[in-house]
């Protein structure tokens, strides 16, 4: 299956393709990786050496009749791809060992762009690129996923040959709330190599770089003064004070947005949080710290979440909190967790879950809510039952819980022992999640696993944030989501009905069918990128 497609533009300099080629070939997974190159006009031999080495399926050697540049032969690249993720590398760039699974990691866990640590990423006063502060990914190694991508859009072909694409591609995604990272991996740069030897051809870099950097100026003018895509509001307070209470849940989801408020201010000011969840943001870098009561001053912009979903319920819940902020929709929904350094809290998951160092087992996590409202309280003898199913099918079914709870046939009992953050090391090392809208939903979110969530007051599109989210709701029951159009004060979590039709007529097939299709189209996607 192929999960990675790695986009190379080269124009002459043999032996640094060569390098490159080796480097990326020793270090990926054969199978994994589509490599497709983009020949631009080389004179060298390079097209005969590509073909040579590239010259079966998946790859691909794309020939150009004249040097389109950077940007195009990538986003040319980019409309062939087979690969989930795709993969910006120059071709005076050697790789490392695990270099695809370090930036995969951080695209999983909420990146839209990641690159390589040390590699320019600040912008200084003159325009320049170099390292320091996270302002942009470099284009000279980087990830983005596919599909995102083909979204979005890659590098804008407003930029000629080269230079500020990848610049301009991380503001925009920036901009629209999306997170950027880099991932820590030595790769090797030979800084400069191919822009020399296209300049000793006699092609205007410097031309080309004055007229790009000219047209980054002006449509980041406002940026390029403020460092913030919220101006006005990042001159005013010395901090930023987040307030959420409510369940956990509630407090998780509070993070898209101060993702959004940090990639705005980019940093300048200090966020915290008030909140009793505080183990929700521990490895945060958005958040300097957290506590259950904080006292704010007139310097302080207050930002208090507290309430605002629930008087704005006919919304998505990240949307309420942004609008409650002060921020523009759209936002990127998806929740922002992280592990300490160290991986001590992976390994300490993994040993909850008894995995071994090949361990390989489909596991599925199971949250058999038992909480106080009616229409999130599904049957626990269907949940019996749905357990009982996943485990014919071949599941690993490891049920979570805030307390222990009544007997459910399972491969492991994690209720009533885990911490918030063990919940988040299980969630992470399993491969599905299903259970009803609560706090273990949006960890599962979080961490991009396949999610089959059960709804009844509350609609599945004002909860799930990405496709492979899918809410189950009972059939042919009027009053679903009660709790967004009982307008606030009157929703209190009781079922305005003589029963609660949403949870009892939602049956057991109807959750086995949803796992069952999720399941089948992973398959037809990873069936999709071999023959693609």
Known sequence: MVKYTISIAVHNRLAFTRACLESVLANSVMGEVQIIVTDNASTDGTNAYLRSVLGSPPHRVLRAIENIGFGAAHNEALTMAAGEYFVVLNNDVTVCPEWLESM???????????????????????????????????????????????????????????????????????????????????VIHH????????????????GYLMRNRAIFAQRWKSYLETRSFAPAVAKGPSRIVVKRNGALGDVILTTPV??????????????????????????????????VEIETSASDLVID???????????HIV????????????????????????????????????????????????????????????????FRDLSARLMTSGWKVVLVGENPGPQVPCSIDMRGRTSVRDLFAVIYLSDMFVGSDSGPLHVAAAFRKPIVGIFGCTEPKYILPHRDAVGVVA????????????????????????????????????????????????SQNRSSNISG
């Open 104 to 186: 995969k990691w951080k695209i999983n866990g909420g990146a839209s762009l990641c690159g390589v640590k040390g590699a320019c990423s600040e912008i200084t006063p003159e325009i320049r690129g170099v390292p320091g502060k996270l302002e942009y990914v470099e284009g000279s190694c980087m990830m983005i996923r596919t599909e995102f991508a083909r979204r979005f859009g890659l590098f804008d072909p407003i930029y000629r040959l080269a230079y500020m694409e990848d610049v301009d591609l991380s503001l925009r995604l920036r901009e629209d709330g999306w997170h950027i990272e880099v991932a820590d991996i030595p």
């Open 191 to 206: 800084h400069g190599a191919t822009a020399s030897a296209v300049r000793a051809e006699g092609v205007d870099l410097d």
């Open 258 to 291: 101060i993702k959004r408020l940090a990639d705005e201010h980019y940093h300048s000011l200090q966020i915290v949080v008030e909140t009793a969840y505080p183990d929700v943001f521990t490895g945060n870098p958005d958040v300097q710290f957290t506590a």
């Open 305 to 315: 979440l507290n309430g605002a979903s629930e008087l704005a319920p006919l919304q």
């Open 319 to 382: 949307d309420a909190y942004a609008a409650a902020a002060g921020l523009r929709l759209p936002i990127d929904k998806t929740p922002h967790l992280f592990f300490s350094d160290g991986g001590s809290e992976i390994v300490r998951g993994k040993n909850m879950l008894g995995m071994g160092r090949d361990d390989r087992e489909p596991r599925l996590v199971l949250h058999p809510a038992t909480g106080a409202w009616p229409g999130k309280t599904w049957g626990m003898d269907k």
């Open 475 to 522: 059939r042919n029951v009027g009053c679903l989501g009660c709790r967004h159009w009982q307008m606030p004060p009157i929703f209190t979590g009781n079922c305005v009905r003589d029963r609660v039709m949403c949870m009892e007529d939602l049956t057991v097939d109807q959750v086995q069918d949803a796992v069952n299709a999720l399941v089948q189209l992973d």
